[in-house]
């Protein structure tokens, strides 16, 4: 089996070697070469890896170096099963990578990866480890250990920052906020679950809301926890006083949706040096801002406006599709509520009915308002033209997307929810054990190309039999080949730059 190792110089550099090992005695397969400091030498390591991967695509049951006369027969070996020792050692290079191995000991790291690979619950995913890579862990350590680790989140959250900005380039200057809520199932609420506006549509059923930063690129790098009643709106100044506080970083852009909009925030996003992007709710602007949009904005496919406002400038564009999908929602909508009208019996709230004394009726101000504003979007910021013009800024926020790719990696791949804890410490570890999961996920789609799930899929063909040896009493294991695809996409995932 090849090994890379590392050898301090007599100048103080640092050689990086591709060796193995045959009685007892080293031998060098290739010299990679000689790195100065920590970075070079990370690189040397990269291409050393690199070229066992390749030397390893079809690995022989005994090594080429013994003489075939002496090769025990197969008739002393007994098939014990097979692992996915090469995922494992994929997900935890990939760990390391990212710089958690330093602060993250090896059964909570083992957790994270379980929760990319098979995601489950804590007790179950120290079962499945022995299964598929044939790991024990002991059960009980994870009861002794759990609550050390939740003081880890601010370094994990600063080792994953350290790592963006070196592998992605990231500056601070964007990063896009968003909220999502994670249910339970139970229907007993506490301090920390509460029942709220649930985006799984579990209204009835305890939730937490996470708020969470990400990247241009879509990489997770901070996030944080709220009671399930909390909203939204008031979340966007707490994570980002938290994040400044953390990261000593005050000039950066931040764009949301428009949920997190309103002249308290504005103000102090101001205060705080902070710029902004965000949606704007047109339905809820004044009559007189309103027909300036109405005079102002062609309705011609791609036209744009900006206004001055006291929530910053509003910048309007208009989209020939957009008209056509408003046009379609509010039909639906006028159709349902004069199907209602006409059936008194079954009315309920719907959009374009309002009540008048005990009587419903059509709201006509409300149709002329969504009516104006078919095909229409609004976005605020308070960065002026010669900062960002209209384009930019439209750019900008339809790249709050990747925000939402992260939420449904989250919890369609790695399943955050439903959650099954009931105490407060749980589930911020829980909620750790996931943003750590994501951050790996995020840089394996983002530098493979592949979804988390189909890259698993491609690993999981590499397995590796277990063969006993009945006479020596030891395991000797055979490696099936790996797909050259696979090995070009793990060239491209520890690439450092």
């Not at 277990?466 to 695809?485: A, F, N, Q, W």
């Amino acid at each position: 089996m090849l090994h890379v190792r590392e050898v301090k110089t007599k100048v103080g550099s640092r050689s990086v070697q591709v060796c193995r090992y045959e009685n007892g005695r080293r031998v060098i397969v290739k010299h990679i070469g000689t790195g100065r400091d920590d970075r070079e030498v990370e690189i040397l390591k990269a291409t050393a890896q690199a070229y066992i991967r390749e030397l390893s695509r079809q690995l022989l049951l005994f090594s080429p170096a013994t003489p075939r006369e002496r090769d025990p027969p197969l008739s002393e070996y007994e098939y014990r099963g097979f692992r996915y020792s090469f995922l494992y050692d994929v997900i935890t290079g990939l760990h390391d990578l990212l710089g958690y191995g330093s602060i993250v000991d090896p059964m909570l790291r083992d957790l994270v990866l379980m929760r990319i690979v098979e995601p489950c619950s804590k007790l179950r995913s120290i079962e499945l480890m022995e299964t598929f890579f044939g790991i024990h862990h002991r059960r009980q350590r994870y009861y002794e250990s759990a609550r050390s680790w939740l003081n880890l989140k601010e370094a994990v959250e600063r080792m994953t920052l350290d790592f963006v900005q070196s592998t992605y380039g990231f500056d601070f200057s964007l990063l896009f906020y968003d909220v999502t809520t994670l249910y339970f199932e139970t229907f007993e609420s506490d301090e920390l679950r509460k029942t709220g506006f649930s985006k799984d549509s579990k209204s009835q059923q305890p939730q937490v809301l996470v708020a969470l930063m990400v990247t241009r690129d879509g990489f997770p790098v901070s996030y944080e926890v709220f009671s399930g009643n909390t909203f939204e709106g008031h979340t966007i100044l707490p994570v980002i006083e938290s994040f400044i506080r953390t990261h000593q970083v005050r000039n950066f852009t931040v764009v949301a949706d428009a949920a997190m909009i309103s002249t308290s925030n504005v103000t102090a996003l101001r205060n705080a040096g902070i710029s902004y992007i965000v949606g704007a709710r047109l339905g809820n602007i004044p009559s007189r801002l309103l027909e300036q949009i109405d005079t102002s904005l062609p309705r011609v496919d791609g036209s744009n406006i900006r206004l001055k406002t006291e929530n910053g400038y509003l910048i309007c564009s208009y989209s020939k599709q957009r008209y056509k999908k408003d046009t379609f929602e509010m039909e639906k909508q006028v159709e349902k509520a004069k199907m209602l009208l006409s059936q008194p019996s079954r009315a309920s709230r719907v959009k374009f009915l309002k009540t008048e004394g005990a009587k419903a009726v059509f709201n006509e101000e409300l149709m002329d308002k969504a009516t104006t504003l078919l095909g229409v979007k609004g976005y605020y910021t308070d960065m002026a033209e010669s900062e960002a013009d209209n384009s930019m800024i439209m750019d900008r926020y339809h790249d709050l997307y990747k925000i939402e790719q992260a939420f449904r990696v989250a919890k369609s791949d790695l399943k955050t929810r439903p959650i099954f804890h009931f105490k407060e410490e749980p589930i911020k570890l829980h909620l750790l054990i996931c943003f750590m999961a994501l951050a790996i996920s995020k840089h394996i789609e983002i530098r493979s190309g592949m979804a988390i799930r189909a890259f698993l899929t491609e690993c999981k063909k590499v397995t590796d039999a277990v063969l006993y040896h009945t006479k020596t009493g030891r395991d000797v294991r055979m490696r099936s080949e790996i797909p050259k695809t696979l090995l070009e996409s793990l060239d491209g995932i520890n690439r450092p730059h």
